[in-house]
């Protein structure tokens, strides 16, 4: 395992400003998203400013502003796919 500067503040920080970036570029407030996700807007609201959810909820908003599918790759895998993404700039530019 490589040596990573980043911890779970970082990482789950740097989810929290990309879905927001998201859902401001889909033009949604969070009243709007909440509804779309079945995420309370409150919470929505908490994990913007502070990176703090639970993963199922995470999982609610991915799922309503950006592809499940980019995350499920990170669990699978293949015999070409031999790294590992070693930066959450990295999964969010799906460079991986």
């Known amino acids: 395992m490589k040596f990573s500067l980043l911890d779970d503040t970082d990482v789950s920080q740097a989810f ?9 570029q889909a033009k949604l407030s969070r009243q709007a998203l909440a ?12 994990f ?4 703090q959810i639970s993963f199922r909820q995470l999982l609610l908003l991915w799922q309503s502003l950006d592809s499940l599918d980019r995350l499920y790759r990170l669990t699978q895998l293949s015999e070409d796919r031999t790294v590992l993404p070693t930066s959450i700039e990295e999964v969010l530019k799906d460079e991986f």
Do not use: D, F, N
């Open 35 to 46: 509804q779309r996700s079945c995420v309370p807007a409150p919470t929505i609201k908490k």
């Open 16 to 24: 929290a400003a990309h879905l927001r970036g998201l859902r401001e």
């Open 48 to 51: 913007e400013l502070s990176g």
